[in-house]
């Protein structure tokens, strides 16, 4: 089991799957269910994503229960296990900040805005983020590119394998900034 990563190109609120998850969604029946298991695989088949983020501002412009259209390119790459995704994860608020992610977490409030924010305090194991703050995490990714390949390659841990998750993250953040959104599943 880890974390997969899904970037797409476009995005877009799809109205009609979006009132017809809500209506399903209320029914508290079997009907209800089976309707909703019929529904998630046309939505599937669609190239159309159901939102649900315990990050609400991380998914802008979509919210909670909205449906979203895909197209265009999309890229996709395995972030490895949960485990080694945290410990690149912590290696990457290490670099950026010189501190722990979970000093980060604890300290929030301090460090919203600062480079990869929005990437070290998110879901390690599922949830999206919309395209507004997919531009940020993108120019923060372009910025610290140098610093990042100086930081790993100092670190003597796996360097190809830092190296190589920044720049996937970077490429699917970049793909996405425009009207796109990246799916953690």
């Not at 315990?54 to 909205?66: A, C, G, R, T, V």
Request: with cysteine.
């Amino acid at each position: 089991m880890g974390l997969d990563i899904a970037a797409y190109q476009h995005a877009e609120l799809n109205k009609e799957f979006t009132l017809r998850y809500n209506q399903i969604n209320n029914m508290d029946t079997q009907e209800g269910e089976e309707l909703m298991d019929s529904f998630m695989d046309e939505l599937c088949g669609n190239h159309s994503l159901h939102i649900h983020s315990s990050y609400p501002e991380h998914s802008l412009p979509f919210k909670d229960d909205d449906c979203v259209k895909t197209s265009g390119e999309r890229i996709g790459f395995k972030a490895g296990s949960y485990s080694s995704y945290n410990a690149w994860r912590n290696k990457l608020c290490q670099m950026a900040h010189a501190i722990d992610a979970e000093y980060l977490w604890d300290n929030s409030e301090a460090y919203q805005g600062k480079p990869f924010y929005e990437l070290i305090d998110f879901s390690d194991c599922e949830g999206y983020i919309g395209h507004i703050v997919c531009k940020k995490l993108a120019e923060d990714f372009e910025e610290h590119y140098e610093k990042a390949k100086e930081f790993f390659n100092n670190s003597n841990e796996l360097t190809d394998y830092h190296i190589g998750k920044y720049e996937s993250f970077m490429k699917a953040f970049q793909l996405a900034s425009e009207d796109g959104i990246v799916e953690f599943h």
